[in-house]
């Protein structure tokens, strides 16, 4: 199992929403690689996360290899795991037993459009037990691409893209019903994806030990420590 440690900012240091680095506080951030391709012979397009917090929110900050740079959902929780994507899994609140709980996903294409869903190990399964970020609650996560909007067709110039987002701890509360704390010495069980590509080369930073892409894989979580 993997462990990603998500650097602590000051409060009053803004985070920008930026594709940039070097001189900017997402130097501070450790760096994930997606780099487990479970379901190809051969290497993905590089992927790569940063992630920072303070007491009211959580940053991501995905640079992205892309060579052919799709995206046609514009609505809030539409499929945009079907476009360029990105996607972080996360339980917030990890059961003591070790047991898959509910965990949340942010799953984002490159012109910026989401979906923030929370359910259960199972839903599935089960066509139950998911609920989709209110319309009100997406309005203050804030997310910034390379990538301009609404939509995008592949183009002979695609190489890649980089997107930054911002998810406030009461976004994720509302949606959770959890009472989260971004502090120092929190756990999650989590994993970073690369979605919108040919099975063979799908990503992942945490491996998952299946057949089949098979993202909604609580059990191949893994560990996302709060510096």
């Known amino acids: 199992m993997r462990t990603y440690e998500v650097s602590r900012i000051d409060a009053d240091r803004a985070v920008p929403l930026t594709g940039a680095v070097d001189g900017t506080v997402w130097e501070r951030a450790n760096v ?32 992205v290899e892309d060579d052919e740079i ?7 929780n539409g499929p945009t795991f079907e476009d360029s994507s990105v996607e972080l899994f996360a339980t917030p609140a990890p059961p003591d037993d070790g047991s898959p709980g509910r965990y949340f996903n942010f799953e984002a294409n490159c012109c910026g459009t989401f979906k923030l869903a929370w359910q259960e190990p199972d839903w599935r399964e089960r066509d139950i037990g998911r609920d989709l970020v209110s319309p009100t609650d997406a309005a203050a996560v804030e997310v910034e691409t390379s990538v301009p909007g609404p939509t995008k067709t592949a183009s002979p110039d695609d190489d890649a893209w980089w997107l ?5 701890r009461s976004t994720l509360q509302s949606l959770t019903g959890l009472p989260l704390e971004l502090d120092s010495e929190t756990v999650w069980r989590g994993n970073f994806y690369r979605s919108g590509l040919p099975d063979a080369q799908k990503g992942t930073w945490n491996r998952i030990e299946l057949p089949e892409p098979t993202y909604h894989s609580p ?9």
Do not use: C
């Open 32 to 63: 994930a690689r997606l780099d487990e391709y479970a379901w190809g012979d051969e290497p993905g397009p590089e992927t790569t996360v940063r992630a920072l917090f303070d007491a009211e929110a959580l940053y991501l900050q995905f640079h």
């Open 70 to 76: 799709t995206a046609d959902v514009t609505e809030l």
């Open 164 to 168: 930054a987002a911002r998810l406030p």
């Open 219 to 227: 059990t191949y979580f893994g560990r996302i420590e709060f510096e």
